[in-house]
T-cell receptor, first 110, second 115 residues
Framework: GDSVTQMEGPVTLSEEAFLTINCTYT??????LFWYVQYPGEGLQLLLK?????DKGSNKGFEATYRKETTSFHLEKGSVQVSDSAVYFC?????????FGAGTRLTVKP | ETGVTQSPTHLIKTRGQQVTLRCSSQ?????VSWYQQALGQGPQFIFQ???????GRGNFPPRFSGLQFPNYSSELNVNALELDDSALYLC??????????????FGPGTRLTVL
């Protein structure tokens, strides 16, 4: 079945460092791809999405490009802030249930 | 625009008991999905309801059941609770149709502890 594999954490970076969190997927159809963020004690918030190949999702300085040839949707940010500390989930959906990766915990130190 | 709300926030039950969790979907959304998130893991899909009927189900036993009401709010019922049912239960709403079908908006979750 459809699935998502994302980079294991935790990831610890200094403020203003470059961030990459890898995500690859397996799907039989043409899913939409998502990155969600979860802050401590809260539910999931949509960070960005892409609905077809070569689409680039972006929000709050984060970007990810839907790469069909490599079945990837890596999350990047050029300069992280302490407030970006959270758990990040890659997910896919193909007109029904949403499949999530295991999550990557990011800690940004001042 | 009102977001997705869930109640209660926290709940403690004992093994063998039954529990009902509630969710109010975002205004205008007609589809509700439920997820179980165990500690340190990603959410796992339980089931989805569209226009009051189950519209897909994950790998969960029949003791997990649900309802959707005419106002699109929803309940998740779990019978014969087991220790492994301890988790954060997330509700998400969406609007069926086109690209918007896939975008789900999540509530804050209900933390269930089974003792």
């Amino acid at each position: 079945g459809d699935s998502v594999t994302q980079m294991e954490g935790p990831v610890t970076l200094s403020e203003e460092a470059f961030l990459t969190i890898n995500c690859t997927y397996t799907a039989t159809g043409y899913p939409s791809l998502f990155w969600y963020v979860q802050y401590p004690g809260e539910g999931l918030q949509l960070l960005l999405k892409a609905t077809k190949a070569d689409d680039k999702g972006s929000n709050k300085g984060f970007e990810a490009t839907y790469r069909k040839e490599t079945t990837s949707f890596h999350l990047e940010k050029g300069s992280v802030q302490v407030s970006d500390s959270a758990v990040y989930f890659c997910a896919l959906s193909d007109r029904g249930d949403m499949r999530f990766g295991a999550g990557t915990r990011l800690t940004v130190k001042p | 625009e009102t977001g997705v709300t869930q109640s209660p926030t926290h709940l403690i039950k004992t093994r063998g008991q039954q529990v009902t969790l509630r969710c109010s979907s975002q205004s205008g959304h007609n589809t509700v999905s439920w997820y179980q998130q165990a500690l340190g893991q990603g959410p796992q899909f339980i089931f989805q309801y569209y226009r009051e009927e189950e519209n897909g189900r994950g790998n969960f036993p029949p003791r997990f059941s649900g309802l959707q009401f005419p106002n699109y709010s929803s309940e998740l019922n779990v019978n014969a609770l087991e220790l492994d049912d301890s988790a954060l239960y997330l509700c998400a709403s969406s609007l069926a149709g086109g690209d918007s079908y896939n975008e789900q908006f999540f509530g804050p979750g209900t933390r269930l502890t089974v003792l």
